[in-house]
């Protein structure tokens, strides 16, 4: 291991994790929604897209061993162990309007580290810290979190779908800035603000060959890992 912290409901963080390392997050008490961002640590005009990855996977939903994907064509980072199972990917994240009208307010003046925050505004506090601001938002990924469709398009998020220690791990294929937050899902039902904690570690990882069973679950996987590893190549 190489770093190990508890992240607390409803707080934001934000690091560069290299690649060939292994991020792996736990949801402590089975309560947790994990926004996540991602970009291109050097050049961050490359972010997470969300349309390519789910359209070349043929997917809704991410759990391993898929692959989550650039807007240059290249991966982020691989799948490589999850037991929840199903990780929203479509809803994005809430804003204080929404919080205010579900939870109430609770300024940070009046409750310092207590206050009532929504995840759109974590994201930008983070955001800030690297040069970056709302224009760099984009959908995000919500660990942790199932989300389902019925026939007629109508979106229901299902509770208790993640256990408490259900984790996922993601490996890094390049390096990401990555950047978090821990606050409710913007459809959970529960009428009260009860971010859960997450658990955060980060490990070494084996260097993946062609034959990973990530890059194998879609052709589009395996293109997308000849991207980044000749990116890489030309570039270092």
């Known amino acids: 291991m190489i770093h190990s912290e508890k992240l607390h409901g409803g707080t934001m963080w934000s690091k560069v994790i290299g690649r060939g390392k292994t991020l792996r997050l736990t949801d402590i008490d089975g309560k947790a929604n994990v926004g996540m961002l ?12 969300m349309p390519d990855t789910l359209k070349g996977q043929h997917i809704f939903y991410l759990t391993a061993p898929f692959c989550v994907h650039s807007d240059m064509g290249r991966l982020f980072c691989s799948i490589t162990a999850d037991t ?3 990780h929203d990917t479509v809803c994005g994240c809430s804003d204080a309007a929404l919080v205010a009208k579900k939870y109430g307010s609770k300024p940070y003046q009046e409750a310092h580290n207590a206050c009532y925050r ?12 690297w040069d970056m601001g709302k224009r760099d938002l984009v959908p995000n990924l919500n660990w942790f979190s199932k989300v389902v469709s019925d026939e007629a398009g109508k979106l229901s998020y299902v509770p208790g779908a993640s256990k408490p220690g259900s984790y996922i791990d993601l490996r890094f294929e ?31 990882s084996e ?14 996987n395996l293109r997308a890992f000849e991207n980044t590893e000749t990116y890489h190549k030309l570039r270092f």
Not at 121 to 129: C, G, N, P, S, T
């Open 84 to 86: 929840a199972g199903w």
């Open 38 to 49: 991602l970009y291109n640590a050097l050049e961050k005009e490359e972010r997470y897209n």
């Open 207 to 220: 260097a993946p060959t062609a034959d990973d069973a990530c890059f194998q679950s879609r052709p589009e």
């Open 174 to 204: 390049m390096d990401t800035l990555v950047v978090l937050n821990t606050c409710q899902h913007p459809l959970d039902p529960n009428p009260e603000y009860d971010p859960g904690d997450v658990q955060l570690e980060v490990f070494k």
């Open 118 to 129: 929504d995840a759109q505004r974590a994201f930008l506090i983070e955001l800030a810290k």
